[in-house]
C-alpha cells in the first residue's frame, strides 16, 4: 500500500501508546490515515507515551484523536466510539491490539486477575467490535485482531495466551456474521517483539536467550501485515489468522521437566 493508500480514513488502535500498538498507527499515519489513539490508565506513563505519539502523529500532516478508555468497561468503550463519532463522522479499520494479563500460570491466578484477565482480553474487544458496527458497516471497514503465539504454544507463565486463542476464534465466528454487512475480520499472530513485556518474558522463559536475534520480530513487521489486511489486496482472505514470527513456529518446542 502507498503512502496514500489510507487517505481520508480514520484508524482505531487499542492500546496504541506503545510497542506494537504504536507502530501500527505510526505504519497508518505514514498511509494517509487519520488515527484514534487509545490508553487505558489516565496520569501515568501510557498517558504520557500516548501525548508523545500525537505529537509525533500530527508532525505528519495527520489528524489525532487521543482518548482515554478501559476497554474491559463496556460503558467506557461506549464512550470511546462516541467519541469518534462526534470528532470523525466515521470509522474504517479497528485494530484490537489493546491487552494486559500477568506472568504467572493459570492456576495460580488470583480471582481478580482471572476476571480482568477475561474482561480485558476477550470481553473488551467483543465490546469494541460490537459498538464499531455501525461506523465499520457504513464504510465497509476492517478489524484486525493482534494475537499471539501464545495463541498455540505452551509457555508456563503466560495466561494470556488462552484469551489470544479464543478471539482467534471470535475472529473466524465475526468474519462469517459480518461479512453480509461488508466488513473484513483478519488476525495477525505475532512472533517474539522486544516490547516492555519482554523484559518480564525472559524471567520467566529461560530458553529464550538463546534464540538467534534473526527470529525476533520487529513491531514494523507485524504493522505491514496489519496495513495489507486492511488493503484491498486482502480482499480474499476472511477469518484467518495470518503468523510473523520469521518461522520460529515451525520449530518451537518445549520440553516440560519432570
Known amino acids: 500500500m502507498g503512502p496514500d ?16 500498538g504504536a507502530a501500527i498507527a505510526k505504519k497508518f ?5 487519520d488515527i484514534v489513539l487509545n490508553y487505558r490508565k489516565a496520569g501515568g506513563s501510557s498517558q504520557a507515551q500516548a501525548e508523545k505519539l500525537r505529537d509525533e502523529i500530527t508532525t505528519m500532516g495527520r489528524r489525532v484523536l487521543l482518548i ?5 468497561s463496556y460503558e467506557s468503550v461506549k464512550g470511546l466510539f462516541r467519541e469518534i463519532q462526534e470528532k470523525f463522522s466515521r470509522l474504517d479499520y479497528l485494530i484490537l491490539n489493546a491487552a494486559k494479563a500477568p506472568f504467572k500460570p493459570i492456576e495460580r491466578l488470583l480471582e481478580r486477575e482471572l476476571r480482568s484477565l477475561v474482561e480485558v482480553n476477550y470481553l473488551g474487544n467483543i465490546f469494541c467490535i460490537k459498538e464499531s458496527l455501525p461506523m465499520l458497516e457504513q464504510s465497509g471497514g476492517k478489524i484486525v485482531f493482534i494475537s499471539s503465539l501464545g495463541s498455540r504454544f505452551y509457555n508456563p507463565a503466560y495466561p494470556l ?25 483478519n488476525a495477525v499472530c505475532g512472533g517474539i517483539v522486544k516490547t516492555d513485556s519482554f523484559k518480564v518474558l525472559r524471567q520467566y522463559w529461560e530458553e529464550i536467550d538463546l534464540l538467534p536475534n534473526d527470529l525476533f520480530v520487529e513491531p514494523d513487521e507485524i504493522a505491514d501485515v496489519v496495513l495489507f489486511l486492511c488493503g484491498h489486496a486482502s480482499r480474499g482472505i476472511r477469518g484467518q489468522t495470518i503468523v510473523v514470527d520469521r518461522g520460529l513456529g515451525n520449530s518451537l518446542s518445549h520440553t516440560r521437566k519432570k
Open 5 to 20: 493508500s489510507c487517505k481520508n480514513k480514520i484508524a482505531l488502535i487499542t492500546g496504541s501508546s506503545r510497542g506494537i
Open 29 to 33: 499515519a505514514l498511509s494517509g490515515a
Open 68 to 72: 482515554q478508555a478501559d476497554i474491559a
Open 161 to 185: 495466551g488462552s484469551m489470544k486463542s479464543a478471539m482467534e476464534s471470535v475472529v473466524r465466528d465475526c468474519s462469517e456474521t459480518l461479512s453480509e454487512k461488508g466488513i473484513s475480520v
